[in-house]
T-cell receptor
Framework: KNEVEQSPQNLTAQEGEFITINCSYSVGISALHWLQQHPGGGIVSLFMLSSGKKKHGRLIATINIQEKHSSLHITASHPRDSAVYICAVEDYGGSQGNLIFGKGTKLSVKP | NAGVTQTPKFRILKIGQSMTLQCAQDMNHNYMYWYRQDPGMGLKLIYYSVGAGITDKGEVPNGYNVSRSTTEDFPLRLELAAPSQTSVYFC???????????FGSGTRLTVV
């Protein structure tokens, strides 16, 4: 069983739809990261969370430490949001900087 | 600021050849990392460094070596390349624990 599970693996949406991507993890963590990987391959850090909720523009990330679950929401989705979204956790007992990555959710937003 | 710069972007190696993947950051970050990304898999940590002169192994270090002589540079050395090292390699840095990561644009390496 993977330590970080994302769902869904693939997601197709129409422009304007509200999107939710889920991440569940099985280890104790010190922080959770949401990353965006563009079709060209580059990776951008979106959020780092250790509790609660963060918002940046149309993106919202939440985390429930007790349930070991995080969600990434995209409001009013746009074709430029098409990318792979990756959840990664910092294992509380792990070596410094050893992020455990999910396999990613591939999002395609159609105009 | 350039952020994290990786070179080259693409490279084809023959089995048994060696090469160095370069990574440089201009943000004065202490922590630097090398990851590899295989198709359909999550990124895996190869090596990391928490400061100049300090390096440590990650999850998949076999076949690789690193050095950290300056804060800015963290090169990854492949000795005796093997087909299993065909992957996309990402360098990343951050200021310290509890900070976000900055990633380089990646190096796509093919070993034939």
């Amino acid at each position: 069983k993977n330590e970080v599970e994302q769902s869904p693996q693939n997601l197709t949406a129409q422009e304007g739809e509200f999107i939710t991507i889920n991440c569940s993890y099985s280890v104790g963590i010190s922080a959770l990261h949401w990353l965006q990987q563009h079709p060209g391959g580059g990776i951008v850090s979106l959020f780092m969370l250790s509790s609660g909720k963060k918002k940046h523009g149309r993106l919202i990330a939440t985390i429930n430490i007790q349930e070991k679950h995080s969600s990434l929401h995209i409001t009013a989705s746009h074709p430029r949001d098409s990318a792979v979204y990756i959840c990664a956790v910092e294992d509380y007992g792990g070596s410094q900087g050893n992020l455990i990555f999910g396999k990613g959710t591939k999002l395609s937003v159609k105009p | 600021n350039a952020g994290v710069t990786q070179t080259p972007k693409f490279r084809i190696l023959k089995i048994g050849q060696s090469m160095t993947l370069q990574c440089a950051q201009d943000m004065n970050h202490n922590y630097m990392y090398w990851y590899r990304q295989d198709p359909g898999m999550g990124l895996k940590l190869i090596y990391y460094s928490v400061g100049a002169g300090i390096t440590d192994k990650g999850e998949v270090p076999n076949g690789y070596n690193v050095s950290r002589s300056t804060t800015e540079d963290f090169p990854l050395r492949l000795e005796l390349a093997a087909p299993s090292q065909t992957s996309v390699y990402f360098c990343a840095s951050r200021s310290g624990s509890y900070y976000g990561y900055t990633f380089g644009s990646g190096t796509r390496l093919t070993v034939v």
